[in-house]
């Protein structure tokens, strides 16, 4: 009897405290990885007020680090609208394009190796308490040919704990020639992991010897056998990512192939 008076009462606190229902309709929807922009989306159909609202970010050697409890307070995102933060600071004097020095704290520093964002919203108390599963919106966590980091996972147990994300050990698989990672599912439910984003390439990627300026020739695909041959991560375009074969050669092919604008 106890024991389910003791589950009845985390139920009960369960659904009266953090971010349940419509906070969850802000999903980190892009991160542009050229830019070092953070795109928050409203995928509901609601105005979400951010009063209280807090980043928790991680990085290869930072861990922990968190914008402030009032930086996005005044801040709300309309249905379909998105707000973009700005990790270097260099955003547009518009509407919805925000500094991450305006948000006051600190963020990690910007880490193509490996980076976790988890955004919260406050509890019912009021504050966001960073440990509860239950106060985070939304979680999305990156790196390099999607090696596993155990200095950026800091949340990652608490985003799978949430439903947010789908292994402490997933990452999304950027590569030095990826723009961005872009959410891919955003009508089907929160769960994410690294198939539910897409990583398009940067334009011209191929383009990696002289002459450079869009001219793709032998020597960027001499350039590109030297990298593999050496080991070199950077070369590693494909699945199975961590591994160099021949798929990474025809994905380096297909953008030759697709050519410079
Ligand atoms: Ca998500
Ligand atoms: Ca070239
Ligand atoms: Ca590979």
Same mark, same amino acid.
């Given at each position: ?73 005044? +801040? ?115 769960l994410h992991g690294p198939s539910d984003y897409d990583v398009p390439p940067l334009e011209c990627a191929a383009d990696i010897a002289p002459p450079f300026g869009g001219v793709l020739n032998l020597q960027d695909v001499f350039a590109y056998l030297a990298l593999f041959n ?18 990474? +050669? ?12």
């Amino acid at each position: 009897m106890r024991m389910q008076t003791t589950a009845m009462s985390i139920t009960l606190a369960a659904l009266t405290a953090g971010a349940f229902g419509a906070d969850r309709d802000i999903q980190i929807t892009s991160v542009a990885l050229d830019t070092a922009v953070i795109q928050l989306s409203n995928l509901g159909t609601g105005t979400i007020g951010l009063n209280g609202w807090r980043f928790c970010t991680h990085s290869t050697t930072e861990r922990f680090r968190y914008s402030s409890s009032s930086g996005l307070n005044g +801040v709300s995102i309309d249905p379909s609208n998105s707000l973009f933060i700005y990790l270097n600071n260099d955003a547009p004097a518009i509407a919805n394009h925000l500094n991450a020095s305006s948000l006051g704290g600190t963020f990690a520093s910007f880490d193509l190796m490996a980076y976790a964002i988890s955004f919260y919203s406050p509890g019912s108390n009021g504050i966001v308490s960073f440990g509860d599963p239950t106060d985070m919106a939304d979680h999305v966590q990156f790196s390099l040919n999607g090696i596993n980091d155990l200095n950026a996972d800091e949340r990652t147990d608490e985003a799978v704990t949430a439903g947010l994300w789908t292994a402490i050990d997933e990452w999304v698989p950027i590569q030095l020639v990826s723009t961005s990672i872009d959410l891919n599912d955003e009508t089907g439910g929160i769960l994410h992991g690294p198939s539910d984003y897409d990583v398009p390439p940067l334009e011209c990627a191929a383009d990696i010897a002289p002459p450079f300026g869009g001219v793709l020739n032998l020597q960027d695909v001499f350039a590109y056998l030297a990298l593999f041959n050496a080991q070199n991560p950077t070369a590693d375009l494909a699945e199975p990512f961590g591994t160099l074969n021949l798929q990474d +050669v025809f994905a380096y092919l297909a953008l030759f192939n697709q050519g410079c604008p």
